[in-house]
């Protein structure tokens, strides 16, 4: 009698010290959400105003010699999402507004190969396209309501929701969140 | 089992479930320790990931990059070129938004401290502020202000590098730092997930360790219960386990063949329903009950008990059975070990009987010996008696020799027939000793003053002498001394010729033993056979013992009598010197002088002289008192039964003497002579019908006494006894005083005495009607014949002594002694009968009735316990009856 007991206790014993480990290793891990199928690309217009985006390369639409320009009039009319989130580059908790990247992608019907995103300053940085999900990098041109200025990191910079999940807090998140972005270059 | 050995388990056992909840929380600790320290590590290797060193490093690089840029764009531009004025524009705005990058940015927090390049950066960031306000006011602002511009944005040069510098040398720091860090986290996990696993191993150990220890105890339980199945099965006695309300638990292979129910049939029935047979089953059920409520167990434990028992095809049988008690944890179980001794009692029965018949035969033949001695001795007397008339007639001399011929024969053979009834009489315990007043010297006085005449016929001088001081008296019975010196003096002057005889008496005083010496110079006897010559028919010399005129008995009734009296005999003697016989005896000395006759007191004297004599009218109609005064031996053990009886004859002018018991009346009879006996038969010690045959066989003063028997009931079958006893008449309790007076005029009338027992008439059945609870009658005639203070003191006595009674009797049932509680309820009903209880008395008797003849640890009919139960609530009535009504005389 006394003998079943203890067996039983070490069972317990076990299955919960592997729940535990099993736990553990969950914890650790991180859901990434499929890309969702591109939308049918429509015209699009010229543009009338100084040009903010320049995207180039494999894309669906274009408006331009072999390029899709956007000024600000076009960007404020597309798709628009904003977050709050701090950032590693400035104090506080920082409210962000603009474009996210898979909109813009899906506007101009951008399915698979590999983003070149430059800078002003033409820092730049390669995103391979199936990395880019809604949710996450958000083409701002908007911070804390206003306008960024290329002095205030604009006219548009390519943020993440940093304190939303861990999976935006590292070095590679860290290194595609260009500022002052001017141009997109959509590389097979 | 001790109290400490069983203690340990239970504190094990009560400890258990702390243990366990001990381990379990210990454990729980463990694992959210575990998980702490894990998400801890976590969040380490998160900020070492984020650790952006690389991403801020790759900022501050940037800065001393877009300043040259800035600072080659301020050079290159000319006031009157607009695209260099903005290309200095947009590289002075990327510088701007790198400067305030690292002034704002949460990463950059240490570098701008002063201590490390806080003075530097905001003196750039002052340049910064001066220089937007002339870039934002347009080129033709801008324009004049270019080489002041120019010289303010080189002197920065040397801070930029600095920021740079600095900014790299306290990210290398950090990092170093950080990683120190998680190190300690790490080892911290590590230890943890070592301290865990050692636990989880040891837990497993133990477990493992109690596992095998249990299944060690598991097999040797199972080898315990299959041994002890083994036992159970095997064994030829019925085994019946059952818990305490009576349901079988266990009913082995020996029970199935006894009792005839397969085990499946036993199994979880009630006992009763199996076992027990009908007219049992209430005292059974009643057993459980008192067990359970905590009683004396009357079975359990009480070792082997015989009772009946009843087989599946309802045949009852005479069992054996032996049930212990006991407990299983909380529950009580009784084991109870079963034995069908159906032959076994068959075989006591048989053996029983042929005890008895071969005891009666030889008791007949004792019997016969006796009856046919005692016949032989009255013709024999008379022979004696006619050959002395004879001797008186002329005869010539061969007439003469041939008469002492005769007379010779005559005398041995009355000899043999007197010895033979004193063997038998001291055999059969029936002699009845004196203790009375004697002076020693003068027994031997009187031997010498018989046996003179015999001892100088053969050439013998006897005479006596005392050895030292001998009492004046000391007490004992001289008849039967003088019969042992008698013929230890006949012994020595029959073996001595031309000798002397030299008889000796001897006081021991300090071990109050009187001892009396024989002594002769006659032909002594062989060393081997002084101890033979004490047995039966034992005579030394065949050509002597003819011509000496031994039976052979006279030593050995020498030695039977001195046993008797607690006394000792012996010789020494050397052949052809001559033989020393000695007596010794236990006689305390008598200090005063007694009376010289151990008679009745004088005034009882005329009265015995009387009596005979006067009571009877001639015309033979039996009177219903007695005209004179008579002196009466009342027997009785019942106190109240004995004073009233006393106080009646003392109302009636008789004298009486009391005894408490069969022995005390032997003692009394013994001294001195009654004119009649009254005597219960149901006592301690020595029953009536024993005590009256005593007396009556005996040859002292009351051998031919009536004798009356008192009783409150009489088994028909004892009538035998009773007139064999002696017994001339049986008078039914409760007595009156009008029946007591009628009673001893009747049986003192001698025309009457002839008759033979009258037995009282048969009362009516107990059972027929129940009976009233007092007789009004009974009881009024008792206050007539005892007055009314005299009644009061019995009444009294009658209630203490019946809650007496009634606490013995109920405990003597409990303990199922049939034969002490049928004496119990005899001697109670003896008083209830007296007082008129007339319901408690018929209980009483049914019960008497019921138990007298039942064997011990029997148990007794259902309706006769009925009986016993019923017995508290009638007493109850009866007293409170008895206290309420005072008995009125009519």
Not at chain 2, 545 to 572: C, F, K, P
Not at chain 2, 628 to 652: F, G, K, Q, T, Y
Request: include cysteine; glycine fraction near 8%.
């Amino acid at each position: 009698m006394r003998s079943t007991t203890k067996t039983a206790m070490a069972a317990v014993i076990l299955s919960l010290s592997l729940l535990a480990a099993a736990g553990f290793t969950l914890h650790a891990q991180g859901a990434l959400a499929e890309s969702p199928a591109p939308v049918a690309a429509a015209p699009l217009d010229a543009p009338t105003g100084t040009v903010m985006l320049t995207v180039t390369g494999k894309i669906g639409v274009t408006n331009a010699e072999g390029a899709a320009k956007f000024d600000a009039t076009m960007l404020a009319a597309l798709p628009r999402t904003n977050f709050e989130t701090s950032t590693i580059w400035t104090e506080g908790v920082q409210a962000f507004s603009g474009i996210e990247l898979r909109a813009l992608l899906d506007r101009l019907g951008v399915t698979d190969g590999t983003l070149k995103i430059t800078a002003i300053n033409d820092y730049s940085v390669q995103i391979p396209v199936s990395d880019i999900a809604a949710g996450g990098a958000l083409l701002a041109d908007h911070r804390d309501g206003k306008l960024m200025t290329v002095r205030d990191k604009g006219p548009l910079w390519l943020v993440y929701p940093y304190d939303s999940a861990s999976e935006f807090r590292n070095e590679v998140v860290y290194s595609r969140s260009v500022w002052q972005v001017d141009r997109i270059e959509v590389q097979p | 089992m001790s109290d400490s050995s069983l203690s340990l388990p239970d504190t094990r056992q009560r400890l258990r479930p702390f243990l366990i909840a001990g381990l379990v929380v210990l454990f729980l600790g463990a694992v959210g320790a575990l998980y702490r320290y894990g998400v801890m590590v976590q969040s380490e290797i998160d900020n070492l990931a984020i650790a952006n060193s690389d991403s801020l490093q790759w900022t501050l690089a940037q800065l001393e990059v877009e300043y040259f840029h800035m600072d080659g764009a301020l050079v290159r531009a000319k006031p009157d070129a607009p695209e260099t004025i903005a290309e200095f524009s947009r590289s002075f705005d990327i510088f701007y938004s790198r400067v305030h990058t690292i002034l704002e940015g949460r990463g950059f927090t240490a570098i701008v401290t002063p201590e490390v390049a806080g003075t530097e950066i905001r003196r750039i960031d002052s340049f910064l502020h001066q220089a937007a306000t002339l870039v934002d006011a347009g080129p033709s602002a801008l324009g004049p202000a270019l080489p002041d511009l120019r010289r303010s944005a080189e002197a920065l040069e040397h801070d930029v590098r600095t920021v740079s510098l600095e900014g790299v040398r306290k990210f290398a720091e950090d990092a170093k730092q950080q990683r120190e860090q998680v190190f300690s986290s790490l080892m911290l996990l590590a230890s943890l997930t070592t301290a865990l696993l050692a636990a989880i191993t040891a837990g497993l150990v133990i477990t493992w360790s109690l596992w095998r220890f249990g299944m060690r105890q598991t097999g040797s339980l199972s080898a315990a219960k299959a041994r002890l199945e083994a036992v159970i099965g095997t064994s030829f006695d019925a085994v019946i386990v059952v818990d305490q309300d009576g349901l079988v638990l266990e009913f082995n292979g020996a029970a199935e063949r006894v009792f005839g129910y397969s085990r499946d049939e036993a199994m979880g029935r009630h006992l009763n329903e199996l076992i027990v047979p009908d007219n049992m089953k209430s005292a059974k059920l009643a057993g459980f009950k008192r067990y359970r409520t905590g009683g004396v167990p009357r079975i359990a434990g009480h070792g082997l008990i015989g009772l009946q028992a009843r087989r599946k095809d309802g045949s009852v049988f005479p069992a054996e059975i032996s049930v212990t008690a006991t407990r299983i944890g909380r529950k009580e179980i009784f084991v109870g070990y079963m034995r069908d001794i159906t032959d076994r009692v068959a075989a006591e029965k048989e053996l029983i009987d042929a005890r008895d018949a071969a005891m009666a035969g030889e008791q007949a033949q004792a019997e016969f010996v006796a009856v046919m001695s005692h016949e032989m001795r009255t013709p024999l007397n008379g022979l004696l008696g006619t050959l002395d008339l004879l001797r008186e007639t002329p005869l010539d001399e061969s007439q003469t020799a041939f008469l002492a011929s005769m007379q010779k024969a005559g005398e041995i053979l009355l000899t043999h027939v007197n010895n033979t009834l004193d063997v038998e009489r001291l055999d059969a315990g029936k002699l009845s000793l004196t203790r009375e007043p004697f002076a020693p010297m003068s027994v031997l006085d009187e031997i010498v003053q018989m046996q003179a005449a015999g001892a100088a016929a053969r050439g013998n001088a006897l005479k006596a002498r005392a050895e030292g001081k001998l009492p004046e008296f000391v007490e004992g019975d001289a008849m039967r001394i003088r019969q042992v010196l008698l013929n230890l003096v006949g012994n020595a002057i029959k073996f001595t010729r031309d000798g002397a005889i030299t008889l000796e008496a001897e006081y021991h005083r300090d071990q109050g033993l009187l001892e009396y010496r024989v002594i002769d110079t006659g032909i002594g006897i062989p060393a081997g056979e002084t101890e033979r010559i004490f047995d039966d028919f034992v005579t030394l010399d065949p050509e002597l013992s003819r011509e000496a005129t031994g039976s052979g008995l006279g030593l050995s009734i020498a030695r039977r009598l001195m046993r008797a009296m607690r006394g000792q005999i012996g010789v020494e003697s050397d052949v052809g010197q001559g033989s020393a016989f000695w007596i010794s005896l236990p006689a305390p000395v008598v200090l005063s002088r007694p009376a010289p006759a151990p008679a009745a007191p004088a005034s009882s004297a005329p009265v015995r002289a009387a009596a005979p004599a006067q009571p009877c009218n001639t015309d033979g109609a039996p009177p219903s008192r007695l005209p004179m005064s008579i002196d009466v031996l009342v027997v009785e053990d019942n106190d109240i039964n004995r004073v009233v009886m006393c106080e009646m004859l003392r109302r009636a002018g008789h004298t009486f003497e009391e005894a408490r018991d069969g022995v005390e009346a032997v003692e009394k009879a013994a001294e001195r002579r009654f004119d009649v006996v009254l005597i219960d038969l149901n006592m301690p010690r020595m029953n009536g019908v024993d005590a009256t045959e005593a007396i009556r066989s005996g040859t002292g003063p009351n051998c031919d006494t009536p004798f009356i028997a008192v009783t409150a009931n009489v088994l028909p079958e004892a009538r035998a006894r009773l007139e064999a006893a002696g017994v001339c008449r049986v008078i039914s309790k409760p007595i009156t005083r009008k029946l007591l007076d009628q009673v001893l005029a009747e049986e003192l009338c001698p025309r009457l005495r002839d008759r033979s027992l009258t037995l009282p008439p048969e009362t009516a059945p107990a059972s027929a009607a129940e009976h009233p609870l007092l007789d009004a009658d009974t009881r009024a005639e008792l206050a007539l014949s005892l007055g009314p203070e005299m009644m009061a003191l019995t009444l009294q006595r009658f209630l203490t002594e019946g809650e007496t009674m009634l606490a013995a009797l109920t405990r003597a049932s409990a303990q199922e002694k049939p034969a002490e509680t049928a004496a119990l309820a005899h001697k109670f009903a003896g008083s209830a009968a007296l007082l008129g209880a007339e319901r408690l008395y018929h209980r009483l008797k049914a019960i008497d009735l019921a138990l007298r003849t039942a064997s011990p640890g029997s148990v007794p009919e259902t309706t006769t316990l009925a009986v016993l139960d019923s017995l508290a609530t009638v007493w109850a009535e009866t007293c409170a009856s008895l206290s309420a009504t005072p008995a009125t005389a009519p």
